[in-house]
T-cell receptor, first 116, second 117 residues
Framework: AQSVSQHNHHVILSEAASLELGCNYS??????LFWYVQYPGQHLQLLLK??????LVKGIKGFEAEFIKSKFSFNLRKPSVQWSDTAEYFC??????????????FGKGTHLIIQP | DAMVIQNPRYQVTQFGKPVTLSCSQT?????MYWYQQKSSQAPKLLFH???????NEADTPDNFQSRRPNTSFCFLDIRSPGLGDAAMYLC????????????????FGDGTRLSIL
C-alpha cells in the first residue's frame, strides 16, 4: 500500500516570502500525484497534478511542483506568497492501476498561515 | 455552481442510531468516493463506486455501507455509529473513461461533519 508524508504540519510565513512544502510518497509503481488546497470553510480544490511528462508542473494561483522520481518527492513551491494563500495543503497520490478507479492516499496536510 | 453537493453540512446523531449521509453530483462522473477525515488527520478512503461496481477498502469497518441508486447520487450509511465515528465525511467524484485511462482529479464536496451524542 502507498503512503504519503508531509514534513511540515504548520508553516508560518510573511507575505512575499517564498514557499516550499515537502511531500514524499512510498509506492513501487507508477503514481499520479496531486496537491489539493482547502481554504477556511471551503472544500478541497485541486491546485495541480502530475501524470507524466515534464516533471515540473504549474498549477493555479502561481503554484508549481516538481516530481523527482529518484527521491519519491513532489514538493510544492510558490516564489512569493500572499495573505490569501492561508489554507490547509494536502499532497495526495494514487497508483496508476490501469483497470480500476483508485482512491487517493493523502498526507496529513500542512496548515499554512501567511502574516500580512 | 456547486458540482458535488453534500447534505447535510452538519449531522448530529445518537450513539447506535443509524444515520445516512447524502452526496449528489452534476458532473456526470462515473466514479464516486467516500472519505472519512478525523480531526488533524488525513482524509481516508472508505470505499468507492466505479459505475455500479462497489469497491470497499480492506480496513473499512462493516458498520459503514454505501448505496448508489443512480449516477448522480451516492449515500453513506452508518448502521450503528460509535463515538469513534465522529468525523468529517467527504464525497468526491471523478471520471474514468476506461482501462488504461489515468485516474482523473477528484472533485470534492464541502463535507458533512458528523457528531455522535
Amino acid at each position: 500500500a502507498q503512503s504519503v508524508s508531509q514534513h511540515n504540519h504548520h508553516v508560518i510565513l510573511s507575505e512575499a516570502a517564498s514557499l516550499e512544502l515537502g511531500c514524499n510518497y512510498s509506492y513501487g509503481g507508477t503514481v499520479n500525484l496531486f496537491w489539493y488546497v482547502q481554504y477556511p470553510g471551503q472544500h478541497l480544490q485541486l491546485l495541480l497534478k502530475y501524470f507524466s511528462g515534464d516533471p515540473l508542473v504549474k498549477g493555479i494561483k502561481g503554484f508549481e511542483a516538481e516530481f523527482i522520481k529518484s527521491k519519491f518527492s513532489f514538493n510544492l513551491r510558490k516564489p512569493s506568497v500572499q495573505w490569501s494563500d492561508t489554507a490547509e495543503y494536502f499532497c495526495a497520490v494514487n497508483p496508476y492501476s490501469g483497470g480500476g478507479a483508485d482512491g487517493l492516499t493523502f498526507g496529513k496536510g500542512t496548515h499554512l498561515i501567511i502574516q500580512p | 455552481d456547486a458540482m458535488v453537493i453534500q447534505n447535510p453540512r452538519y449531522q448530529v446523531t445518537q450513539f447506535g442510531k443509524p444515520v445516512t449521509l447524502s452526496c449528489s453530483q452534476t458532473l456526470n462522473h462515473n466514479v464516486m468516493y467516500w472519505y472519512q477525515q478525523k480531526s488533524s488527520q488525513a482524509p481516508k478512503l472508505l470505499f468507492h463506486y466505479y459505475d455500479k461496481d462497489f469497491n470497499n477498502e480492506a480496513d473499512t469497518p462493516d458498520n459503514f455501507q454505501s448505496r448508489r441508486p443512480n449516477t448522480s447520487f451516492c449515500f453513506l450509511d452508518i448502521r450503528s455509529p460509535g463515538l469513534g465515528d465522529a468525523a468529517m465525511y467527504l464525497c468526491a467524484t471523478s471520471r474514468k473513461r476506461g482501462w488504461g485511462d489515468s485516474n482523473q482529479p477528484q472533485h470534492f464536496g464541502d463535507g458533512t461533519r458528523l457528531s455522535i451524542l
